[in-house]
């Protein structure tokens, strides 16, 4: 039987996302080779609203890794990671990160014509908050480099936030500034802070409301399309023209819904929620077996991650704690029980599926009983996939392929 | 002449063809070498069920194809998984709730259905060949035996060896340091059986009613004794084992009850 052709509807503020993330590489090319701008190399949850406030421009290396996965260059580069010490069993955005360096490689030369090389770098910041396996990460980095490294120590398991949480956390921000001024050349302004606090905040409210018209029948919005779309609320949270561009796909999202216009142009018979990291290397033949089945993946754990409503200008450093604090990421089992139950209910899902990826312990949920458990307590049904986020080694198509088939089956006999 | 319906379950290892009439009785099947070119074997194993039928291909009425090679059979109208089809096969002769085990070439499988026969969830074993019916093959292989003897020599083992491992490399090294260590043929091969058992019964949990099915199981009926023993109750197993898939395709074919038209309850 001939495989089915499947129509995936492109967001046209796609466009736009695409041209600011390109903007985004080439100014941070044109600092590291001009030297007129100080770069701080950041995770993707770090304090990224004190570098910029501080006339940092901030790199964001996991985006680099998400890159060199979806262009399924991972494989290539990993070796060179594990040759040095880097286990392949640890997180493969480090190593396939690092091994791109060791190689002089990156996939931004293809991308972005005029690219040679990765951003440089004058500092590193880093939030354990995503996992330890970053602050290993930055460590080797500011070796190489040869530029400082400084960071922040997340509390992890988290059940309520406590003031004493937030204290600790807002204190090691605090303890930041003094020597990001003498890297920056530059006075720390709180009144500079708080307006980057500020954009921020729009940027990740604006961005929540986009990823909350998935709860529309049909959704205008899939959890493939949203991995690439929250790029600028990754790399440009704290920015103005930002805010423009998730104004525009808000916009784009409710004209959809006011046509009754699905994301994909399969019909949705099944409303599918993603838990764990994107198979990066896999996003489109995932995207394009979901939909070809009528199971479309509306909304995710992942996507929601740049959502950070704590934020609050009138208190910078301890609602950026609290802001950080708050992520699913760094919560207890109980509390990621209860988040994932309210998201497949906001989003009326027919069924969950939990990504068990290999490299990414921290970010695959489904590892001590939360499938059982959420499965007793919802009756929806679930699902298991192994594989990974970029070491595309891990994975198998064809299993990935029947199971998710089985799944819809499975579906339909409910 | 009445319609026939063709189930085709095209495995790792084998394929499987099951020919059905019109009251789901069994007119004629094949097992063959799934081989390299999946849609000749597909046609070959055909041709023979039918010759066992007594029947040509212009009665087939509906043919649906299932397994790793489904997409090859390019006679079949529909597809589906083989898990969908383990579960239709079982459940046609065992309509109660079960849990079905299934021991394939190069997977493993644990479907759980309700009393009305639904999926209620499903398990497939990762990408790791441990527990399948190619540690089988490499195990036998190592022991320099051919896959037919593995069931009688099991039988005649007194003092079971262990194997501890679940890498199938790491598990054929043990094998080796038995050889060496001078355990029996028949202690290590039954060591084997209880290495797969183990694999699987640590996928999931099991109801109380226990199907098993596929290749392995047919063609080593000492590993469902085992398996009983080591759950403490009956396990029950239909006539064909190995046909479960490809039966349940045919059931498919015959009943035609495709998705189309069931929707999200929620949205």
Known sequence: MAEKEVRLRRLKTASDIARFMADYYYELDEATKSRKRKIAWCTSVGPAEILKSMGFLTYFPETHSALIGTRKLAADFIPSANAIGYSPEVCSYLTSDIGAYVLGETPLAKAFPGIERIPGADVFVYNTNQCRDVQDWFSWYSEKFGAPLLGVETHRNVGKVTPAHVASIASQLENMIEPLERIAGQKFDIDELRNVVELSRQCSVLWEKCLATAAAVPAPLTFFDATTLMGPAVVGRGQQEVLGLYERLLEELSERIERGEGATGERERFRIYWEGMPVWGRLSMHAKLFSGLGAVVIASTYCSSWIFNALDPAAPFESMAKAYLELFIVRSEEYKERYIREKLAFFKCDGIVYHDAKTCPNNSNCRYGMVQRIESKTSIPALVINGDLNDMRLISDEQTRTNVEAFVEQLEEQ | ?267
């Not at chain 2, 190995?242 to 039966?247: E, R, S, W």
Request: proline residues 2%.
């Open chain 2, 1 to 267: 002449m009445n319609p026939v319906y063709a189930g085709v379950d095209v495995g790792s290892s084998r394929t499987k063809v099951a020919l059905l009439d019109e009251k789901k009785g069994l007119l004629g099947y094949a097992v063959r070498k799934s081989g390299v070119d999946f849609s000749a074997t597909a046609l070959e194993g055909l041709k023979e069920s039918l010759e066992m039928a007594g029947r040509t291909q212009a009665d087939i009425a509906r043919a649906v194809s299932t397994g790793y090679g489904r997409a090859n059979v390019a006679f079949a109208a529909d597809t589906k998984t083989e898990i969908g089809c383990h579960a239709r096969g079982c459940f046609y002769y065992f309509p109660e709730a079960i849990t079905i085990i299934d021991i394939g070439g190069q997977d493993n499988k644990i479907i759980k259905l309700d009393g009305q026969g639904r999926r209620t969830g499903f398990k497939m074993n990762r990408k790791c060949a441990a527990g399948t019916g190619a540690f089988l093959e490499e195990m036998a292989s190592r022991l320099d035996l051919a896959i037919e003897e593995l069931d009688a020599l099991a039988r005649q083992s007194a003092d079971m060896v262990r194997l501890g491992s679940f890498c199938t490399v790491f598990s054929a090294t043990e094998v080796l340091e038995n050889i060496r260590n001078g355990k029996k043929i028949e202690d290590i091969v039954k060591g084997v059986f209880f290495s797969v058992i183990n694999r699987i019964l640590e996928m999931d949990s099991l109801s109380e009613k226990v199907v098993m099915t596929g290749g392995v199981v047919a063609n080593n009926p000492y590993i469902v004794a085992m398996t009983e023993e080591q759950i403490g109750r009956k396990i029950l197993v239909g006539r064909h084992p190995q046909l479960t898939g490809a039966i349940g395709a045919a059931l498919y074919a015959l009943e035609d009850p495709r998705g189309a038209g069931k929707e999200s309850r929620r949205g």
